[in-house]
C-alpha cells in the first residue's frame, strides 16, 4: 500500500517566519506535487517536481519555494510566511505517465499567526 | 488553458434518491477526466477516471465532449457516500507528463 506521509497534521507559524512542510513516499514514484486546498478554491498546484533536484512550478508558487534532494522527499519551503498561506497543504506523488493516478498526504494544515 | 468547473459547492439529497454531481471543463485538445473523493478524516483518493468506464461504489460517469460534461451519478445515494468530490483533468499524455487541474469541488451530504 502507497504511503505519502507528512511530517506534521497541525503546524502554527508567525508572521515572516520560515516554514518547512515534509513529505516522504515509500513507492519509488518519480512524481511529487504540493497543493493547497481551500474552501470555496478546491486545489491548487504550487509545485511539482518529476525528478531529483527537479522543480517546476504551478498554479500559484509565488511565496513559495521546494527542494528535492532525494528521490523520496519533496519539501515545501515558506520563505516568510504571511497571513495568507494559512492553508490545508496536501503532498502528492505518482509514477512518471501515470500523473492522474496521485496518492494524497494526510495533510499539514498550516496556520500563520 | 485547461478549466473544470463544479457550478454546485453543497449538493443534499437523501437516501436512497439519485445523485448527479456536475463537472464542465474548457480544454482544446483531448482531455482525461477523473473524480477523486475525499471522505471526512480520509485522504484524498481517485475515485474513478473516464477511460475506465468503470463503476465504483455505485458511481459512474460519462464523458460528453459536444457538451465538454463528466457529471458523476448514482441512482440511490448511500449515507456512507457523503464526503467532498473533485473533477480533474489532464491531457491525454502519451508517455509525456501533464499536471492534474482541479476543480473547486462539492460537498455531498446524504442525509438519513
Known amino acids: 500500500d502507497v504511503k505519502v506521509t507528512q511530517s506534521s497534521r497541525y503546524l502554527v507559524k508567525r508572521t515572516g517566519e520560515k516554514v518547512f512542510l515534509e513529505c516522504v513516499q515509500d513507492?519509488?514514484?518519480?512524481?511529487m506535487f504540493w497543493y493547497r486546498q481551500d474552501p470555496g478554491l478546491g486545489l491548487r498546484l504550487i509545485y511539482f517536481?518529476?525528478?531529483?533536484?527537479?522543480?517546476e512550478k504551478g498554479d500559484i508558487p509565488e511565496g513559495y519555494s521546494v527542494s528535492r534532494e532525494k528521490k523520496e522527499r519533496f519539501s515545501l519551503i515558506l520563505e516568510s510566511a504571511s497571513t495568507n498561506q494559512t492553508s490545508m497543504y496536501l503532498c502528492?506523488?505518482?509514477?512518471?505517465?501515470?500523473?492522474?493516478?496521485?496518492?494524497f498526504g494526510s495533510g499539514t494544515q498550516l496556520s500563520v499567526l | 488553458a485547461q478549466r473544470v468547473t463544479q457550478p454546485e459547492k453543497l449538493l443534499s439529497v437523501f437516501k436512497g434518491a439519485p445523485v448527479e454531481l456536475k463537472c464542465n471543463y474548457s480544454?482544446?485538445?483531448?482531455?482525461?477526466l477523473f473524480w477523486y473523493v475525499q471522505y471526512s478524516r480520509q485522504r484524498l483518493q481517485l475515485l474513478l477516471r473516464?477511460?475506465s468506464r468503470e463503476s465504483i461504489k455505485g458511481f459512474t460517469a460519462d464523458l460528453n465532449k459536444g457538451e465538454t460534461s463528466f457529471h458523476l451519478k448514482k441512482p440511490f445515494a448511500q449515507e456512507e457516500d457523503s464526503a467532498m468530490y473533485y473533477c480533474?483533468?489532464?491531457?491525454?499524455?502519451?508517455?509525456?507528463?501533464?499536471?492534474?487541474?482541479f476543480g473547486k469541488g462539492t460537498l455531498l451530504t446524504v442525509n438519513p
Open positions: 517536481s518529476y525528478d531529483v533536484k527537479m522543480k
Open positions: 502528492a506523488s505518482s509514477f512518471l505517465g501515470e500523473d492522474e493516478k496521485l496518492f
Open positions: 480533474a483533468l489532464t491531457r491525454v499524455s502519451g508517455g509525456s507528463n501533464y499536471k492534474l487541474t
Open positions: 473516464h477511460i
Open positions: 480544454y482544446s485538445g483531448s482531455p482525461e
Open positions: 513507492m519509488d514514484h518519480e512524481n
